[in-house]
């Protein structure tokens, strides 16, 4: 069968035609050859050093049973859930769970052993841990078992041939004269995967650590954890820990699968740890960075109330900046900004200096030397060598603190207290896109943050083009204006598909990108997010993430491979393009549904205007960028058009271009299509090579399709 380009044109043109008939709604030219013209020798940008980044939160069990390979849920019995009320069917509300509940840890009484468990205040492990679990044993003589077990994250991963990590304490009462087994068994108790003994407790507390190693075993998730006792008597156990291999062999690292698939994006960057996660519900549940360090068992934890989970904090500040070490990515440290999600705020003055001070003190824990007081206690948390810090974002989304002046005036206190020690830190603002709530103080980068459907990210993609570069200033003997922010696109995506976003999503993400390093000049980092879901039920508060994973593995949405598609082509000038000929189709942007109305808030006024009936606009169905290092000129073409599209190509500015050139494409059979859990790599880029290629040809894209063309040329 011959490929559609090998058909004689006459053919093409008619099943062009035929296609373009089925298509009431593509209005301009689809099927038309689109011109392309781009001049090598004119560069409009030079590519920045930290384009592609991650950005990053406690959302939807990002780092708790996800990229935080802790497999014990509630390793310190401090877990609490709320209850949940469901309106629609009452029968699935659930009531409130307290610590005494002891949430993901039960009961273990095997072959007649007997013995019951319970929290208990009065054997404090520590500060941070004031209460541990008891257990007392009834009856355990022989191979009586009585003992308490942990069921994870949804099952704890089983893997043939593993070394897993056990770290917990325990002590025991004076009539205990046993010892403690950890083991990982089948939730139906048939299998013990791995088992390793403590032979003796100690009246005292005692940190124990052992190794736990499968063998040939099939692999799974449906275990649990149990720690067991072997005679009667009573024993406390303080905190838990087990943990799998972690990415480099890291101590309190990250899971190897995930770390591996975000290693493919080549990320220069990391915006943490927030998003809403740092700002909390209010200030006593936001990110406070000082009580995630140090020994696990020393960090308290906190109800994630943002998002609506306990979080161990065993993902601290530290753990944030090792992500960056392993992975080569420089940190966007957000920090917080004295405004909370619920509207807590303060003023400049004695109560906002605490959290300046916090601010500027947890700089000098990312990058002071271990001369400075967090310097050193960032050397005593086990890593002397400061971390290189340029970016340092003030607070999150504060276009949402509504009283006028109020992010204004946070904004200047820490710009002033920041540029006062750190002159050389680049300070980003979170007020909204066009930085109108900034009167005093100019940032040096803007966080622009969009979530889009997809035809509203194509309408919308090409906007950094007509973005203001120069700040023209007061005219004729004016003071000189200051610069113009850069922009940071810290949040942003298509958002369809759940729980990750399909071929559909990625075209719209691939539209956009290409208008991103397009306006490489303005534009100096971007980070879709949120970057992870944990695809169990209930897992997930927010639909269209990147990255899928269960207990077991891990997978790319196509939107991941619209992302590693260009951060694997960046170049390093981004070359001026034109096109003309460009598909277009009439879209007309729906009105957002009105914000549900909760209890106690006023309802809409009933119809006290109509709002105008939007008109039509024409949307281009196409999007191109162009960028080239050394010999290599890569364009990009995003076709979300649904058909096949020639694309003529002029290279002009170059001595010589190969005849031939590798291509790399995603596509799928229909946009709906997505990669999940149990169909992985539906959805992937397919690489090729084609021939044909000069200054002057023609290549064929084809339909809803996103192709890196990689050309030779000096
Ligand atoms: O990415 C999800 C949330 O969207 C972030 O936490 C917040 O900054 C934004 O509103």
Not at 546 to 571: C, K, R
Request: proline content about 8%; glycine content about 8%; overall charge neutral.
């Amino acid at each position: 069968m011959k490929t559609f380009t090998e058909l004689p044109r006459y053919r093409r043109l008619l099943s062009l035609w035929l296609l373009l008939a089925a298509q009431p709604l593509v209005l301009a030219q689809a099927g038309n050859v689109v011109n392309l013209q781009i001049k090598a020798d004119q560069i409009t940008a030079k590519m920045p050093p930290t384009f592609h980044g991650l950005m990053t939160e406690e959302i939807n069990y990002a780092f708790e049973g996800g990229l935080y390979p802790e497999l014990i849920r509630n390793r310190n019995f401090k877990e609490f859930v709320p209850a949940r009320q469901n309106r629609q069917n009452p029968q699935a509300s659930t009531p409130a769970k307290e610590p005494k509940d002891l949430v993901h840890w039960s009961l273990v009484e095997e072959r007649g052993g007997a013995g019951s468990m319970m929290l208990d205040t009065g054997a404090p492990l520590n500060a941070a841990v004031p209460a541990t679990l008891k257990l007392t044993v009834a009856r355990a003589t022989g191979n009586q078992k009585v003992g308490v077990s942990n069921d994870g994250f949804w099952g704890i991963p089983v893997k043939p041939d593993t070394t897993y990590k056990v770290m917990f304490y325990a002590k025991s009462a004076p009539d205990y004269a046993g010892g403690m087994a950890a083991s990982i068994v089948s939730n139906d108790g048939t299998t013990v995967a791995a088992t390793a003994q403590v032979p003796k407790l100690t009246a005292a507390w005692q940190k124990y650590e052992l190794t736990l190693k499968t063998g040939n075993v099939k692999a799974s998730a449906e275990n649990r954890f149990v720690l067991s006792a072997n005679k009667p008597g009573t024993v406390w156990i303080g905190f838990v820990s087990l943990f799998p291999p972690t990415y480099k062999d890291r101590p309190n690292g990250f899971r190897k699968d995930t770390m591996e698939l975000l290693a493919g994006l080549k990320p220069e960057f990391l915006r943490f740890p927030g998003g809403n996660y740092l700002e909390g519900n209010t200030f006593a549940t936001r990110f406070n960075w000082k009580t995630t360090l140090g020994p696990v068992e020393e960090r308290p934890g906190h109800f994630n109330d943002a998002w609506g989970y306990w979080s161990s904090d065993g993902m601290g500040l530290l753990e944030y900046l090792n992500w960056c070490e392993d992975l080569h990515m420089e940190p966007v440290l957000a920090v917080f900004a004295g405004y909370s999600l619920r509207g807590e705020k303060v003023k400049p003055g004695p109560e906002l200096d605490v959290f300046i001070q916090e601010a500027l003190e947890e700089i000098e824990y990312v990058s002071g030397d271990t001369s400075t007081t967090w310097g050193a206690r960032r050397a005593k948390d086990g890593h002397p060598a400061p971390f290189k810090l340029r970016y340092v974002e003030i607070g999150n989304e504060d276009f949402f603190d509504r009283e006028k002046g109020s992010y204004d005036a946070r904004f200047t206190a820490f710009h002033d207290a920041i540029k006062a020690k750190h002159p050389d830190l680049l300070l980003i603002e979170t007020g909204g896109t066009s930085a109108a709530l900034l009167t005093t103080r100019t940032a040096d980068v803007n966080d622009d943050h969009y979530y889009r459907g997809s035809d509203e990210m194509a309408f919308n993609a090409n906007n950094y083009d007509s973005r203001v570069r120069v700040n023209r200033g007061g005219g004729p003997g004016a003071p000189a204006a200051p610069p113009v922010p850069k922009v940071f696109v810290g949040e942003w995506a298509t958002r369809v598909g759940s729980p990750t976003p399909n071929m559909e999503a990625a075209l719209g993400d691939a539209a956009n990108m290409a208008g991103l390093e397009r306006n490489a000049d303005v534009v100096m980092m971007h980070c879709y997010a949120p970057l992870f879901v944990n695809v169990n039920p209930g897992a997930m508060q927010w639909t269209s993430d990147l990255i899928g994973y269960d207990t077991m593995s891990v997978y790319g949405s196509p939107a991941y491979w619209a992302q590693q598609m260009f951060a694997n082509h960046v170049g390093d000038s981004v070359l001026n393009i034109a096109a003309s000929g460009i598909p277009a189709r009439e879209w007309v942007q729906q009105p957002r549904p009105a914000r549900p109305t909760g209890p106690g808030q006023s309802a809409p006024a009933p119809t006290a205007f109509v709002p105008p009936t939007p008109m039509p606009r024409m949307m281009p169905d196409m999007f191109f960028s162009a960028t080239k290092d050394d010999g290599t000129v890569y364009v990009k073409i995003v076709n979300r058009s649904t058909v096949p599209q020639a694309v003529h190509i002029t290279l002009t500015g170059l001595t010589s271009v190969a005849p031939t050139a590798k291509t790399i494409t995603l596509s799928s059979a229909s946009t709906n299509d997505t990669n999940s859990i149990t169909d992985p790599h539906k959805v992937e880029p397919v690489t090729a090579n084609i021939s044909g290629v000069g200054p002057d040809f023609t290549h064929t894209v084809p339909a809803s399709s996103f192709t890196v063309l990689e050309l030779s040329g000096k």
